[in-house]
Structure formats: C-alpha cells, structure tokens
C-alpha cells in the first residue's frame, strides 16, 4: 500500500476560483467595458470560496477592491501611490483605497511562513 494516494478536499472548487480569477483578469486587461463580467466572476469565486470554506491566497485578496470588487491592475483600473512607507492603491471606479505597510521589510505573511506549512499535497491530474 506504498501507492496510496491521499484526496485533496475542494480540489474542483480550488480549481474553479483559479480559472475564475483568470477569467476575470483577461476581461480586465482585454477592454474596459467587459468589467462588468471580470466583477461578476470575483463575486463567483469568493462566493465558492465561502461556500467550501477555502482561504483565497493573500496575494489574491491584495488584487481585489473591497469596495466595487472588481480586480485592481496598477495602471489599468487603478492609481499606486507610495507615500510615507504605505503603499496606496486607489480605485478608478469607486475610490476605495487599500493601504499596505511597507515599514517592515522583514515582514512575511502568515500563509508564506515556513511555519504555517502543515502538508503540501500534490494537486496532480487524476
């Protein structure tokens, strides 16, 4: 029983966020007038992701605007200022702002540390 091989629960559902947040990025790159669609389909994915009861990944989070949730591209749908060791990103369609601290160089979030690392499981086609 050397072979056995453990199944990763919400495979599918992880997998479908991920082409979601793609589509939605194709759309936002694409053309302006399809943000419509790219918001409906990051209401998608963090719908599915509270429905399994996932954890999008950080980085993932960082992209989308808490307020219009549509994906925020520096320099497509959204202004970047850095102004006292913040980082600002402003959104072009509603206004709301994301601050991130960028005074602890050191810092590495709880999902990136080496510590949080319980079992990496290969997510290999079937």
Same mark, same amino acid.
């Given at each position: 029983? @050397?072979? =056995? +091989?453990?199944? !990763?629960?919400?495979?599918?559902?992880?997998?479908?966020? &991920?082409?979601?947040?793609?589509?939605? &990025?194709?759309?936002?790159?694409? #053309?302006? @007038? =399809?943000? +419509?669609? @790219?918001?409906?389909?990051?209401?998608?994915? /963090?719908?599915?992701?509270? =429905?399994?009861? /996932?954890?999008?990944?950080?980085?993932?989070?960082?992209?989308? !605007? =808490?307020?219009?949730?549509?994906?925020?591209?520096?320099?497509?749908?959204?202004? +970047?200022?850095?102004?006292?060791?913040?980082?600002?990103?402003? !959104? &072009?369609?509603?206004?709301?702002?994301?601050?991130?601290?960028?005074? &602890?160089?050191?810092?590495?979030?709880?999902? /990136? #540390?080496?510590?949080?690392?319980?079992?990496?499981?290969?997510?290999? @086609?079937?």
């Amino acid at each position: 029983m @050397s072979g =056995k +091989v453990k199944k !990763c629960a919400g495979k599918e559902a992880f997998q479908r966020m &991920n082409y979601l947040y793609q589509a939605a &990025n194709a759309l936002v790159t694409e #053309n302006e @007038s =399809k943000y +419509v669609a @790219s918001i409906h389909y990051i209401n998608l994915m /963090q719908s599915i992701s509270k =429905k399994t009861v /996932q954890r999008m990944d950080i980085e993932t989070k960082r992209t989308i !605007c =808490k307020g219009c949730k549509t994906l925020l591209l520096a320099g497509v749908n959204c202004r +970047v200022r850095m102004k006292k060791k913040r980082l600002r990103w402003i !959104c &072009n369609l509603c206004g709301q702002t994301k601050t991130f601290d960028m005074n &602890n160089r050191n810092y590495c979030p709880w999902q /990136q #540390n080496p510590e949080s690392t319980v079992q990496i499981v290969d997510m290999g @086609s079937d």
